[in-house]
Each structure stands twice: as C-alpha cells, then as structure tokens.
Nanobody
Framework: QVQLEESGGGSVQAGGSLRLSCAAS????????MGWFRQGPGQEREFVVG????????DYRDSVKGRFTISRDNSKNAVYLQMNRLEPEDTAIYYC?????????????????WGQGTQVTVSS
C-alpha cells in the first residue's frame, strides 16, 4: 500500500504561481512512476504531468508545457508540481497518483494509488 497526500493548492489570479506537493508513504513509494492529474467541474479526470521513478523521464500535457514543472525527491518520498503563469483553465482539483510502471502512463486507470486531491482556483 502507498498513501499519497497533496498540499499546496489555493486561489490565485491569472499569471500567478503555485507549488503543489505530494507526500508519499507506505511500501517503497520511490519505485513508482508519479503523476499529477486534474479534474475540473463536470469534466473528466485528465493527465497533467508524470515522472518516472528515477526522474529521468517526464511527460507533460501540451497545454502546460513551459508553464508547469514536475520534480521528485526520492529521499523525501515527495513529488512537486511547480505551476507558473496559471490560467483560469487550470482551475481544477489536482490529484497525485502512483503507478507501477517504468514509463509515464497518461490514463488514470493505469495508476494504482491516489491522493484525495487539492483545489486550485485561478481567477481572471
């Protein structure tokens, strides 16, 4: 079992920044690919960004490339999402997830463990 807990959400104006954190605990969380997903009101949960366990492989949703940066610190069992130049379209609940994979899956069904989510609201 792996437990995930997100933090760092909040409300910002367009153009602002937020940094999300995901703390992992339990059984060897450092061996998992970690991903960030988001779900806006009335929308499907969508892939935002993911990072393979060594940190050497990442994948980003096109709409966040150049604005968002994922990183991980396996010594702290933590994953971070730095979000810059936020847009109202980024408003959603952001979820941290863990997958047993050597790549970076983009589909929610491929992730085994999920956090409870943290709300990000961007106003125009």
């Amino acid at each position: 079992q792996v437990q995930l807990e997100e933090s760092g959400g909040g409300s910002v104006q367009a153009g602002g920044s937020l940094r999300l954190s995901c703390a992992a605990s339990g059984r060897a969380p450092s061996i998992f690919t970690m991903g960030w997903f988001r779900q806006g009101p009335g929308q499907e949960r969508e892939f935002v960004v993911g990072i393979e366990m060594s940190g050497g492989l990442t994948d980003y949703r096109d709409s966040v490339k150049g604005r968002f940066t994922i990183s991980r610190d396996n010594s702290k069992n933590a994953v971070y999402l730095q979000m810059n130049r936020l847009e109202p379209e980024d408003t959603a609940i952001y979820y941290c997830a863990a997958a047993r994979s050597g790549t970076v899956p983009i589909w929610p069904r491929e992730y085994e463990y999920w956090g409870q989510g943290t709300q990000v609201t961007v106003s125009s």
